[in-house]
């Protein structure tokens, strides 16, 4: 029963830890009872399957925390109108098995080679999964622990330097820090231990806000220039309107919504993600002849000086097999297709810059390894709302130059915005500001779309780019270098946001340095395993 109550002990802190409703503060030491719970089973219970019984916990704890803060997908809903069990089920079940994974090889660590080695290995492996886990085709990073502070964005200010994989660092450092300081405390009962560790402890977390005031307090970055932008959000149903009016009647909604609102110079119209073409997509080889793209260019010809910047759905068309990438399908004989989830930018008589989405959504934009997983769920993964068909990616991240003044837009798809050294990319590439463009409308009014645009905060301190955030239904935002939301609007209001946004071009060192301590953690963890192997080597070299 002590056990179950240190499991569910840990398990309650790392939920009401999480954004947006919770407190961060109790994520420094969220994982204790959970190292308490191993640490008691394996050195004092009498279970005869200690390690299975390590498991079974672990993963209760994780599938607690995945529920609590990520049940939200319960929002996403089937064809026929029914919530999906598909999106919420899968995800939540394999994720925790993940981390469940994870601590278990702590575990097994930990009793071969001891306490102390044991707590440097669970940081190393943990920080190897989260970047593993940004990378891979079942990529969801949504509960990464550096995510955990994105509503306190004064805090955490030294992200320009470290990045959200730092804060999982200082996190689960913080963890370890406190197990030690309690084992220590247990095992000698030395006041001036105690003393010195918490002192440690208290100093690793109270530093570095010090230093993210200083740094918030201090910010004082000179921008090359500013542009006016005008978020639209056409608060378009995606489950009743979307895919069943039509196009033209959607587009004219959007361009009547902006030109009502247009005010002044505007130098972007920036739209949410798939604003066009409703039902269908738009053939990239046709986009100069396209109707609903000429009518746009249309649109800006009454605005001088401005450009739209708009998500759409689009495909190409393959004859040639030689010269057909893996993501397309064959709807006949001679002809295949390959689908996008795209972004673009308009102006007169300017060529259409365009980007197709690099990180997609598992089961809705991708089907993660198919040939493997196919087999064992068949079409399951249809009740995500998406296709067992993958969509068709970028491999580098563009910015969209604008011909008219300095601004350069990084055009970042939805799910994209997660990804923190995936972000730095699109800087790389010349971006002094970032343009969101996204639909959180699947989910309905849940804690889903609050937490993805908490998270764009961590992308604009790591980056020190202001951000212009156009979503469907809401929320679109503008939120400073700082990481701070100057301006957004109510979820669900069929509205627009005018922002005046600064282009900031210095790269801050995370931006050129990227998951530096992921980094380290991997190589950590190679030395790590390689010495166990090692030590285990001598050991029955000496035996023999």
Not at 259 to 280: F, M, V
């Amino acid at each position: 029963m002590k056990y179950i109550l240190l499991t569910l002990i840990s398990a309650m802190l790392l939920s009401v830890s999480w954004p947006t409703y919770g407190v961060p503060f109790f994520i420094f030491f969220a994982l204790v009872p959970l190292l308490m719970m191993e640490h008691g089973i394996s050195k004092f219970s009498s279970y005869k399957r200690k390690s299975w019984m390590v498991f079974g916990l672990s993963y209760l704890c994780f599938v607690i925390w995945n529920i609590v803060t990520t049940g939200w997908l319960y929002g996403s809903r089937n064809p026929d109108g029914s919530h999906s069990m598909m999106a919420v089920v899968f995800p939540v079940l394999v994720n925790s098995f993940l981390y469940s994974l994870v601590f278990q090889c702590y575990h097994w660590y930990k009793n071969a080679q001891g306490t102390y080695w044991g707590l440097g290995f669970l940081i190393a492996i943990w920080m190897g999964f989260e970047k593993f886990h940004m990378n891979w085709e079942l990529t969801w990073p949504w509960l990464n622990l550096g995510n955990v502070f994105s509503d306190y964005p004064k805090l955490i200010q030294w992200y320009d330097t470290l990045g959200a994989t730092g804060g999982s660092f200082w996190i689960l450092l913080i963890n370890v820090l406190i197990f030690y300081t309690l084992r220590t405390w247990e095992a000698g009962r030395k006041r001036k231990d105690l003393i010195k560790n918490s002192s440690i402890v208290a100093a690793l977390i109270i530093l570095p806000m010090i230093i993210s005031l200083i740094k918030y307090n201090n910010f004082d970055e000179k921008p090359s220039g500013q542009v006016n932008v005008l978020m639209l959000q056409p608060d378009l149903d995606p489950y009743a309107e979307k895919y069943s009016k039509d196009s033209l009647t959607i587009e004219n909604d959007l361009l009547t919504l902006a030109e009502s609102n247009s005010k002044g110079k505007i130098d972007y119209y920036i739209a949410p993600e798939t604003a066009l073409p409703g039902r269908g997509s738009i053939s990239e080889t046709a986009f100069e002849k396209s109707l609903l793209l000429n009518n746009v260019k249309g649109f800006l010809t009454k605005h001088p000086g401005a450009v739209f910047a708009t998500g759409i759905s689009s495909h190409r068309f393959y004859k040639n097999q030689e010269n057909i990438p893996k993501e397309a399908y064959q709807i006949n004989p001679e002809l295949w297709v390959e689908s996008y989830n795209t972004a673009i930018q308009l102006a007169p008589q300017q060529k259409v810059q365009v980007y197709h989405k690099g990180k997609l959504v598992p089961g809705v934009e991708i089907f993660p390894y198919m040939s493997v997983l196919k087999p064992i769920l068949g079409n399951a993964m249809l009740n995500l709302g998406g296709t067992v068909a993958s969509l068709g990616i970028d491999e580098e991240r563009k910015s969209f130059s604008n011909p008219y003044n300095k601004g350069r837009l990084a055009p970042i798809i939805c799910y994209e915005s997660i990804y923190g050294e995936f972000t730095t990319d699109y800087v790389k590439k010349g971006a002094n500001f970032l343009g969101i463009m996204t639909n959180d409308s699947w989910w309905g009014v849940t804690e889903g779309h609050k937490q993805l645009l908490s998270y764009a905060k961590l992308r604009a301190i790591e980056t020190r780019r202001e951000i212009a955030r156009a979503a469907n239904s809401g929320i679109s935002a503008h939120i400073n270098a700082k990481g701070e939301v100057v301006a957004d609007t109510f979820y669900g209001d069929k509205t627009t946001l005018f922002a005046k946004v600064n282009l900031y071009e210095t790269m801050t060192f995370y931006t050129r340095a990227g998951d530096l301590l992921s980094r380290f953690s991997i190589f950590a963890l190679g030395f790590l395993l390689f010495y166990f192997l090692i030590e285990k080597f001598r050991n029955k070299a000496k035996k023999a």
